[in-house]
């Protein structure tokens, strides 16, 4: 299966890797400073908002309802969630989000993993980011830095150069009246875990070790084509950002449809790990448990529920489709 990194790989794979924890604590900076500012068109959500109907996939008389999840999303937005919990109420499974496992709770090897991660994170000793990036590219990133990020500390030009970029992002979203991660998610987690149906992780293990051996291997190439495509994420689609946003936020089905839904961190880490096999083979692994899951629950229970990204929704080659071409009923709302 050739198919791009989905965004749940994504969030995964940096909630346990480099990339993940490094950009995690540099989002947590970014929104911390970027709150101080006057947001530039900032998006104002008045009230309790639906939030985006449930995608229907049926076999027979049973049916999957699946949630479409979406970053960013609206600042303060506040989710009225009904409809999810109409049918948890009740679904008779529950499929949890895919993700990666490779947590371990030695301290040695905990310890060990944490100083690698802080080697990862930062340039060679007397480098900066003026010297890792091509001229052009240092200028977009300055100039965009000036506009999202107007103090700058003293250790900032050390940074990785994709951890520098993601930062810039993060701290553009706030500006912009976004937050790549919202409440929401974090609802509907909660009320899956909360439901009486019985719940099938899709998880894949692997030793964090072999995440890192696997970060070794991304070339100073990849990582700054990676910086390249976050900078024109910056540039010409926040607006984009912006819309998708509202009309996820009021469930405006027409639109939902319409968007492409570019993801920004999807295509950069995509553009890091291309030339890993282990990450193309973790890709896979996780789209075929998902897939899985869904089959069981269509032959097994009534009603059903799942979460997936948005675009896993409406893409020609995302998972709704796949279920699709294997002979299930997909009914969007």
Known sequence: MNRRTPPRLISAARACALVVALVLAAAGAAQTGGDERATIEEITVIGRYPGPPLWKVTSGSRTLWIFGDLSPVPKGLDWDPRNAERVLDR????????????????????????RAARRLSRLPEGTTLADQMPAELYERYTALRAR?????EDDDEEQRPVLAALTLYTAALIDTGLMGASDVDKMIKRKMR??????????????????FDELEKITPEA??????????????????MKERANAWAIGDVEAL????YPDVEENCLEALFSASAGFVELRDEL????LAEAEHALATYDTSFSVLPMRELVAGDGLLAQLAARGYTVIAP
């Open 91 to 114: 679904a008779g499974g529950v499929i949890g989000a895919p993700r990666i496992n490779i947590m371990t709770l030695n301290p040695i090897r905990l310890f060990r993993l944490f």
């Open 148 to 152: 999202y990020i107007p103090t700058v």
């Open 194 to 211: 909360r439901s009486r149906a019985e719940e099938a992780e899709v998880v894949v293990k692997r030793e964090p070790e072999a995440v």
């Open 223 to 240: 990582e700054l084509a990676c910086v390249a495509t976050i900078l024109t994420s910056i540039e010409t689609d926040l607006s984009g």
């Open 257 to 260: 449809k319409r968007f492409d």
């Open 287 to 290: 789209d075929s448990k998902w």
